[in-house]
């Protein structure tokens, strides 16, 4: 994933997790420090895992035979869900690999 595609993703989550908040949404060139970022993210952890029990009900409702629940909606949810966690494992590693050269600078 290109560092163009995680500020994609780190706008998306921001405007997801404003809009969580039932703030309105921040332009994509906010100042960096225009939010708390820890807020940020653990909304943002919060809504993948929110998506990761949805998917999991639905697969668990269609297992059981509920009549309301179809395969396609499953297999959507379930697609939802790992492409929310993928894309969150990507802005985790993202920000290992910056806080780790940082604390390789020298001073």
Known sequence: MSSLE?????AEMRA?????AGKPALPATAAPGATDFGSVLKASL??????QQNATS?????????????ITGVMIEVQKAGLAFKAMTEVRNKLVNAYQEIMNMSM
């Open 46 to 51: 919060d809504k993948v895992n929110q998506m």
């Open 6 to 10: 995680i500020n994609r993703v780190l």
């Open 58 to 70: 639905a697969a668990q409702a269609f297992e059981a035979g509920a009549p309301n629940v179809d």
């Open 16 to 20: 997801l997790s404003t809009q969580a």
